[in-house]
């Protein structure tokens, strides 16, 4: 009988210790963008854990994959092309500085057509679309009345999203990390750390990288090692303080 009750006490406060780990976790979010245009895309869907992706809209292989993605339960969000400060090419499905509300809510919903389980957008360059306030609030409004939220990638530090958007009650987040600015191992490895140390230092950090083979391979080598630092990988949709919800209504193999 002592013994019982001594197992049931090791038990008891092994699932304790267990539960204050958990507590005490640190959380990382880590999107894949630019997803779409290259057959090789498809490697970043071979990474381990909850990594969320961002699709590129009407892309050559954005919804295939997409719908890979969502079938294993992972956050997808919308990659929107938004005008940057020096007049790159945009692609299809852009939001510019020339189009009036109705223009740019005729392009998201196009774009969320192709894509609906897409919980949220994150902008894909945009460094002077995001800082106008008139088609932040457009951009906004199309969020608020379709339920998506925002992830401000912080191509300006002068953009104005984040302030619109929760003036707006749209549900909104900013990238702390790019991993990959240069293709090489000790840069990625380098921001990877530093990753690591935001997460720490804030219990929770988010992170920005591309379907590069040489990101892929890196990551799939540096991810395991969050698990090591008491951080969990968790998906972007986690780390909104609003509960997150796809606007799927037909199922991903359809």
Do not use: C
């Amino acid at each position: 009988m002592l013994r019982k009750i001594i197992l049931i006490n090791i038990l008891l406060l092994f699932t304790f210790s267990s539960l204050q780990i958990n507590a005490s976790s640190s959380r990382v979010a880590i999107i894949i963008d630019d997803i779409g245009y290259r057959y090789t895309d498809k490697q970043a869907l071979t990474l381990p854990g909850a990594i969320t992706y961002s699709i590129l809209p009407h892309t050559p292989y954005g919804k295939k994959l997409a719908l890979k993605a969502y079938a294993k339960n992972q956050d997808i969000l919308l990659h929107i092309p938004m005008e940057s400060e020096k007049g790159r090419r945009l692609g299809p499905g852009a939001l510019t500085s020339e189009m009036n509300e109705q223009a740019i809510h005729a392009s998201l919903r196009s774009s969320l057509n192709e894509i609906p389980f897409a919980i949220g957008i994150n902008n894909h360059m945009g460094s002077r679309l995001t800082k106008l306030r008139d088609p932040m609030i457009w951009t906004m409004s199309f969020l608020k009345s379709n339920h998506l939220f925002f992830l401000d990638s912080k191509t300006s530090p002068k953009s104005k999203a984040n302030e619109i958007a929760k003036s707006l009650g749209v549900p909104v987040r900013n990238r702390h990390i790019f991993l990959d600015n240069e293709l090489t191992d000790t840069y990625i490895t380098q921001q990877f750390n530093q990753l690591i140390d935001q997460a720490k230092k804030y219990k929770m950090a988010i992170a920005i990288a591309h379907p590069h083979p040489e990101t892929i391979n890196i990551l799939q080598r540096l991810i395991p090692t969050l698990k090591e630092n008491n951080i969990d990988l968790v998906p972007l949709s986690a780390l909104y303080p609003q509960k997150i919800t796809s606007n799927a209504t037909v199922l991903a193999g359809e």
